[in-house]
């Protein structure tokens, strides 16, 4: 199997972690498809991607790579031991400075999701354009699936944004059923989406 007919499915691996050299590429791909949400709060896209890059966990993060090793998508997870893309203010400070993160701080708590001791929270999932529609993102959801198990609990959740129906449709198809919506308002202006729903899979 490999990468070309539209819809095949690709014979891929999946393992957990990556490595010093990989760091940069995750990150990349993590930006491509979560900058337009973040980056009011973490732009300019320079300084961002520099806050994403230095914060990554290999030990919250799934694997997707091809047959030649070339990553092609991530899946994160977060517990409360860590979390995929992690930081505090201190990073937050490092990057954009002190004065800047008295505003940065409570805009990014607005987005941050409450944890569940009986569940995994999927903290980001994101494929590369060249993968996409190959069956990355169905193996990389089988993969957060089965850490849940592996750590004893009983359901993964995630948050969909109402800008992102392919994924939505991808999780309900995948088992995923809708728990909960959670409204904006005039923040809608500053993330870019009006709403988010909470989805849950029982493992």
């Given amino acids: 199997m490999g990468l070309h007919p539209e819809g095949e499915v690709l014979d891929i691996t999946i393992s957990k972690g990556f490595t010093a050299a990989e760091r940069s590429q995750i990150a990349a791909l993590y930006w491509e498809a979560f900058g337009p949400k973040l980056s009011v709060v973490l732009g300019p896209e320079e300084k961002g991607l520099a806050f994403v890059t230095a914060q990554l966990q290999p030990g919250f993060a799934l694997v997707a790579r091809d047959p030649s090793s070339n990553v092609i998508g991530v899946a994160g997870f977060k517990t409360a031991e860590g979390a995929f893309v992690g930081g505090g203010l201190r990073d937050l400070a490092a990057v954009f400075g002190w004065l800047s993160v008295i505003w940065r701080a409570p805009l990014l708590s607005l987005v941050e999701r409450d944890l569940d001791k009986d569940i995994l929270l999927m903290?980001?999932?994101?494929?590369?354009?060249?993968?996409?529609?190959?069956?990355?993102?169905?193996?990389?959801?089988?993969?957060?699936?089965?850490?849940?198990?592996?750590?004893?609990?009983?359901?993964?959740?995630?948050?969909?944004?109402?800008?992102n129906p392919r994924a939505k449709a991808l999780y309900l198809r995948e088992g995923f059923t809708e728990e909960g919506e959670e409204r904006l308002g005039p923040l809608s202006r500053i993330f870019g989406f009006g709403s988010a729903t909470r989805m849950l899979c029982q493992v």
Avoid: M
């Fill in 123 to 163: 903290d980001g999932i994101c494929v590369g354009p060249q993968a996409r529609g190959h069956g990355v993102g169905t193996a990389l959801l089988c993969a957060i699936k089965e850490e849940a198990r592996q750590r004893g609990k009983s359901a993964v959740r995630l948050d969909v944004i109402d800008t």
